[in-house]
């Protein structure tokens, strides 16, 4: 039996994700035995910064009520941008935190919990340029290639992905914090 046999992923995104923040994690938590739904403010598909288009599973509106096992948040600036003003998406994220449930944020992801707050006493990592918004939500911010405060596991960039890959199935394994 894989570590996330029987867990339920979603990945929130939109057009202008980081493509290998967004089609990494995806398919390390795919191996480990989850199922992933992608959700974004907009049916059909989105498009990476790259060019990579992944097919949309639902769409944030439809899913406020949804428990998800997992969360992860790709960066992108536009697409980080973008999340941050779709009303269903920081619900989703503000509840899916409140309930202690994992989450995984990479590079510019990290806004959105900014909008959510849910940062107040917690420590993180992201871009560095995220590092003045994080502190203003009440957060720490380190520069750490993967960080995991209870269940929260952020990392900076591309290059930190294999930390961060294996940090989110532990953690998403773990379950509820």
Partial sequence: MAELDNKTIAIIATDGFEDSELTSPLEAVKKAGATVCVLAPEAGKITGKNGTEIDVDATTAASTGEAFDGIILPGGTDN???????????????????????????????????????LKGRTLTSFPSLQTDLRNAGATWVDEEVHCDQGLVSSRTPDDLPAFNAKLVEEFAEGQH
Avoid: F, Q, Y
């Fill in 80 to 118: 980080a941008d973008m999340l941050r003003l779709d009303k269903s998406a920081v619900e989703i994220v503000r509840n899916h935190v409140t309930e202690e449930r994992p989450l995984g944020v990479i590079c510019h992801g990290a806004w959105i919990l900014t909008d959510a707050d849910v």
